[in-house]
């Protein structure tokens, strides 16, 4: 279900926002813990189970430096949903948070975003730490109790001034090569 | 939440079909209780509740001569609620009983047969007897017990054969002045 | 998990009564349902399940003649489940009907209701139609939709005088032979 | 709901201990973080919701050095919930980690380690640091991401190694004036 690996986080490739007045990256947000939580507005789990979750999540860190962000990777059904529908389950399901759609691939069902971090299918969710490594990813929804755990870790951890300072250059090549390196390095999962 | 009503359903309006080889008409199933399950796929009470609860009383009354119709009332975000959306929701949500999308109105939001049965929004079910009578309606879920014991008093009904045989008749006026009526008469719950 | 028999309830073994000015009997309730919930208060699916699913069953028929009946049926720690323990649970549980304790057989662990009943453990239900006979037993907990489409059915029967009439008499062979032969025909579960 | 302060724990007072080749104290335990959980037998909220999350913490933590201890702080229906019946209590659910019967007061209906943790009722839970001072106690039942959070947070302090070598003489005095000062501590939440 889960595995930990050491490599920076590929950028994110999103077409569109939601929830947001700019656009993120992963570069840009450099020194906070951030939440990726990557769902289809068609996937019963994700809907029953990860996007409650993810909702608990924002009540009990709130008031923390979380950044949390959702990333719709359609792989399947990709006529059902589009951005207009996905604009009214954000509003029906009360999801306020940042939702990026997730940039289709013309040379594949998978988008990019999804590629780039080898997802395996949603709900999926990626844990990145101040530094921008991938703390943990897992393929499902894990136990609450373990989510606050590790959330509470990549929050204790000390913001890396260094790597802040380098963020928007780091975040250049980011669709290129290494973005493949951690793609490959996630996939022993 | 809910009422009774000793009135003759009106009849479905329903501009699509899905799981089932051949349009479906309530004049038609004249002879089995029919329960009438409306929601939208962007609901979150539909999606949470009232569609897991139609798969519990579907596994409980399978063997019966029970007809459960789902009918998608989009009332909102019709851009948002395609009939593509729709039929791959249906997919996703393995749901296998006929599902017939509400024939909308030109001159309103609400498709016509929300409006002939006076329904106040999704999830709302309809339980009609044998003999083509709103026997029960409900807007939101009821509990599962109130639920199981409503049906099976339906289900243990004997079967009006006089009503059966007039059925196809029936059928012709129902668009007409008997909708109406049978509107009215549901608007006081 | 369930069968059904067309045999006539055994009369209850009862030593101690709680929630009921007089003691009950089957006998004395024949022309009415009667759901017969069977439990031990240490056993973790009656206080997680069964005992719930008893008070949705109360809410939803209680303005029917369903009588519910709760018998504490203890076969294992006997010294820990006294009836200074389950008056306190009772209590504490805010269970309102009728709870009676299942009469000790000084030659077995199994007290003698949950014999004459031949239940094979905690939680079981035995639903009783109006004429007394068994109209079904369970071992475990059934789903709420179709406990309810049951009681219902038990609830439908036509209440039978000519049986209640000699239920007093019925009553005085019940520790007997009948209740064995019932035994023995439940036992095919 | 919650509070925190930094006032040193109090010392247990039990009268019987369960699953546990010797007794427990909190100074002998010093240095590890310790998540008391107190409930009694017969409390809904305890048997419906605080075991079962203090089960998942056990699962989540059960590679760390958190140790887990149950105080069944018995202030109602005394006579319903002895040792005996905890003891199958605990059989029944299952319940492994130590569990102590917290001592009674022959002048209250209060017992000690309730009184001295001031403790509203049950079920109550006290994160205790590796030092040995309260981190967060709750009446009630918190968010199990938030509860994960705040454990994962005692997990990752240093172990406090001077307080460690000291901690059987901190004992001593923890039966008078100092858990006065503690219960004070905690009154305010």
Chains 1, 2, 3, 4 share one sequence.
């Not at 939601?18 to 992963?26: E, I, M, V, W």
């Not at 059904?77 to 509003?91: D, G, Q, R, W």
Request: glycine share 8%; proline share 7%.
């Amino acid at each position: 279900m889960s595995s930990t690996a050491t490599t920076l986080a590929p950028e994110l490739a999103v077409s569109e926002w939601f929830n947001t007045p700019a656009p993120l990256t992963l570069a840009g947000l450099r020194g906070r813990p951030v939440l990726l939580h990557t769902f289809q507005l068609l996937c019963p789990g994700c809907v029953a189970e990860s996007i409650p979750q993810v909702q608990r999540i924002e009540r009990v860190f709130g008031s923390t430096d979380l950044q949390v962000i959702g990333i719709h990777t359609v792989f399947e059904h990709h006529a059902a949903m589009t951005p207009v529908t996905l604009k009214a389950f954000l509003h029906e399901y009360r999801i306020r948070h940042p939702v990026g759609v997730d940039r289709a691939d013309p040379a594949s069902d998978t988008p990019l975003t999804m590629q780039r971090f080898a997802l395996r299918g949603t709900p999926s969710s990626v844990l990145i730490g101040r530094d921008g490594t991938i703390l943990h990813h897992v393929f499902g929804v894990e136990d609450d109790i373990a989510v606050g755990a590790r959330i509470a870790m990549a929050l204790s951890a000390p913001a890396p001034h260094a790597l802040r300072a380098s963020a928007s250059t780091d975040e250049q090549g980011c669709a290129g090569g290494r973005c493949e390196v951690a793609a490959g390095g996630q996939s022993t999962d």
